[in-house]
């Protein structure tokens, strides 16, 4: 069974770091794309950024570049977001997700769709 | 970039209901238009790619159609499960891009 368990949301102050990391099970996690996409209080859907399957590139929203970064460690099956000078509007639930795995559905920066979703993890940018 | 708008925001219906949802985009695209489907609370759920594929494990009530800059969802016969918020999403050079979402709601 695929799942993925987001964790490291809390509470933090404008300007403020925090980490977030994913943790990947039941399928090649190695073997995907895989991106971070949130929602914020009240709001749709933003997709945030995402990474090729081996780290090697790496795509961000305008709006969190230069201050969010996302890596992975494959040995560990694990996704991570670090989140860096933040910012109110950056409160929001933030999900893990997968990108298809197969090549037909996938371009140069990532794939086309999202194909499964974690179950989200808060953060709170608030003084 | 290329916006997606979602009509109607909101919609009420009842259980056996037939629904449809709209998404437009701002220029024309091609059909990598997605669908989700999320609940409160809830991890969002794919339901259609590539604008009409059914993904694996959806009920067949649910269908996608469209080309160009119009799209559609069509949940036929309404289950008391399918009241939730749903999004159409499209993939443009590095981003996705999603709609505001249309939130079906018990009539």
């Known amino acids: 069974e695929v799942q993925l368990v987001e964790s490291g949301g809390g509470l933090v102050q404008p300007g403020g770091s925090l980490r977030l990391s994913c943790a990947a099970s039941?399928?090649?996690?190695?073997?995907?794309?895989m991106s971070w996409v949130r929602q914020t209080p009240g709001q749709g859907l933003e997709w945030v950024a995402n990474?090729?399957?081996?780290?090697?590139?790496?795509y961000y929203v305008k709006s969190v570049k230069g201050r969010f970064i996302i890596s992975r460690d494959n040995a560990k099956n694990s996704l991570y977001l670090q989140l860096n000078t933040l910012r109110v509007e950056d409160t929001a639930v933030y999900y893990c997700?997968?990108?298809?795995?197969?090549?037909?559905?996938?371009?140069?920066?990532?794939?086309?769709?999202?194909?499964?979703w974690g179950q989200g993890t808060l953060v709170t940018v608030s003084s | 970039d290329i916006q997606m708008t979602q009509s109607p925001s909101t919609l009420s219906a009842s259980v056996g209901d037939r629904v449809t949802i709209t998404c437009r985009a701002s220029?024309?695209?091609?059909?990598?238009l997605a669908w989700y489907q999320h609940k409160p609370g809830k991890a969002p759920k794919l339901l259609i790619y590539?604008?009409?594929a059914l993904e694996s494990g959806v009920p067949s009530r649910f269908s996608g159609s469209g080309s160009g800059r119009e799209f559609t969802l069509t949940i036929n016969s309404l289950q008391p499960d399918d009241f939730a918020t749903y999004y159409c999403?499209?993939?443009?050079?590095?981003?996705?891009?999603f709609g505001q979402g249309t939130k079906v709601e018990i009539k």
């Open positions: 997700v997968r990108e298809p795995g197969s090549p037909r559905y996938c371009g140069d920066y990532g794939c086309y769709y999202l194909d499964f």
């Open positions: 990474i090729k399957q081996d780290g090697s590139e790496r």
């Open positions: 039941g399928f090649s996690f190695g073997n995907y794309w």
């Open positions: 999403q499209h993939y443009n050079s590095y981003s996705k891009t």
């Open positions: 590539k604008a009409s």
């Open positions: 220029l024309y695209i091609n059909n990598w």
